[in-house]
């Protein structure tokens, strides 16, 4: 891939549907992992105040994913959940961790917004705009010393874009040479905030050309077109080029669950979940031979998968208060008394 601008739409890969089906089941595995974190909210078993769906924006997610290989590594946002899923994570101990629970991936201390798993090559989702892309040049300066081929991967929001660090970031990326690539999922909205009044400048990979890096835009509607620019990204990082693809979609609903969006119309907001990136790719599956049918039944078994997340995490019980300080102190480290204990321990001495 080379330094000039790229912007692609769907028709570029009309006819490249090899993986379609397999990107349309992961694709709907995160729907409908998203749709019960909902209800998880609604039936008040959710850990904390806020969560932040990613409905609408599936194809960025998946599609990116599906070039990952075994050793490369990813930072994700405060909407990350569809992110992790694509990677491979288990629903059940990300629904656990959603839900507070000591089952779940950081044993309920992370939450919706800071899950991580190092095992997948997961470094950390962090709720700060922009807070997790530094730790891509890190993970790829490791990478290119050790010779091990890996790319790191850093995911945000178009929200991200007015933050000072992602600069900082991509020049020490394409200074350094470095196995990089940044993903940056245009939802359309930064909190109540349209793309088009933060910035006038909205081909947001011309950004990424400025400081060397090979810069992409495409259509989020179609997840192929996704996986194949995603393709050429990580083919370049892996050569010492780091890249930038920016993936344009829809949030479907407001920017946490408790949002109703008002500074939507309703008009609007219909119109842009027409841009629905799995209806869309099961509207293909039919259009090349599928069965309906067959597509109801992958359906239903993924609902069933994620009912049984939701059941899984309501079940599981929350950390231990003992269990307050483990994880981090380093492991030789003592740790600190709880206040309760010490004062119980004084009140005892009378």
Known sequence: MNETAANLSPQHIVGSNRDLKELYRQMRRVRTFEERVGELFVRGKSAGSMLHLSIGEESAAVGVCAVMREGDTFTTHHRGHGIFLSRGADPNKMMAEIGGKETGYCKGKGGSMHIADMG????????????????????????????????????????????????????MAALWDLPVLFVCINNQYGMGTRIDQATKATDLHERALAFGLNGVSVDGLDVMLVQEAAQDLFDSARAGKPGFLAVSCYRFYGHARMDKSPYRSEAEESEGRKKDPVLFSRDQLIAQGEEPDVLDRLDEEISQEMDGALDFAVASGPPPLSSMFRDVYGPLEPEPEPLRTRIARILARD
């Open 120 to 171: 997948l090559g997961h470094l950390g989702a962090n709720a700060i705009v922009g807070g997790g892309i530094p730790v891509v040049v890190g993970a790829g300066l490791a990478a290119k010393r050790a010779g091990s081929g890996a790319v790191s991967v850093a995911f945000f929001g178009d929200g991200a874009m007015q933050q000072g660090i992602l600069y900082e970031t991509m020049n």
